[in-house]
């Protein structure tokens, strides 16, 4: 278990409607990460934060916002949700096991846009 | 095309039979990372590789720096064996370093029947 836990694990809401989802560690990681997983598209990166304050954009940031105002907890904001972000999101943490670098992965929230 | 290519995209197997999954990919990498997802559930790092072989249990996973090719083993395969095998990418920066951002096949469903 890495500690690493998101909410809500489900959440049903209308287009237009702002949206944040919240992945929390208790394992004092630098680096952590939001993807979305879609059928035919699979894992996708949207954004990434290597510290404090620190994130930056990745493949299919637009329509989402983060931010990380604590080394524990790293956000996700839908500014005004749509259909196409119907999607599962997972957060994931980068943290050393043994030599070399893992990735751990949240439970995963299911987004539906209505 | 996509920067890493899983295949095949679906595999039906009897339960015992051997195993395996492919993965290419185009990019440089600093590792190639194997996770697995069953249905509905979250995703779980295998294995982790820079070079060479690891094996644990029935996975054995081997990766070519050169050809820029992994595969991921099952031996005496098991109905528990199935669920969706997703190859990830930890790609180079151009600076040559790496912040964790993985780029993703689209996975293989593995299916073990009894």
């Known amino acids: 278990d890495a500690g690493i836990t998101q909410s809500p694990r489900h959440k049903v809401t209308e287009t237009g409607t702002p949206v944040t989802l919240r992945c929390h560690q208790t394992e004092n990681h630098r680096y952590m990460y939001w993807y979305r997983q879609d059928p035919g598209h699979g894992l996708r990166l949207i954004h990434y934060?290597?510290?404090?304050?620190?994130?930056d954009k990745g493949e299919v940031s637009d329509g989402y916002s983060v931010s990380r105002s604590k080394t524990e907890d790293f956000l996700l904001t839908l500014e005004s949700a749509t259909s196409s972000q119907t999607s599962v999101y997972f957060c994931a943490i980068r943290g050393l096991a043994g030599s070399s670098y893992e990735q751990y992965f949240g439970p995963g929230t299911r987004l539906t846009v209505t | 095309k996509n920067e890493v290519e899983q295949s095949p995209q679906n595999l039906t197997a009897q339960e015992g039979e051997f195993i395996t999954i492919n993965c290419s990919y185009s990019?440089?990498?600093?590792?190639l990372h194997w996770l697995q997802q069953h249905p509905g559930g979250g995703i779980v790092s295998l294995f982790m590789l820079s070079s060479g072989k690891k094996k644990h249990g029935r996975l054995i996973a081997t990766i070519n720096i050169q050809e820029k090719h992994s595969s991921l083993h099952i031996t005496a395969s098991h109905p528990r064996d199935s669920a969706v095998y997703i190859c990830?990418?930890?790609?180079?920066?151009?600076?040559?370093?790496?912040?964790?951002?993985?780029?993703f096949g689209k996975g293989t469903k593995l299916s073990v029947k009894p």
């Open positions: 990019v440089g990498i600093s590792a």
């Open positions: 990830a990418a930890d790609a180079l920066f151009n600076y040559g370093g790496s912040q964790g951002n993985l780029i």
């Open positions: 934060s290597y510290g404090v304050k620190d994130t």
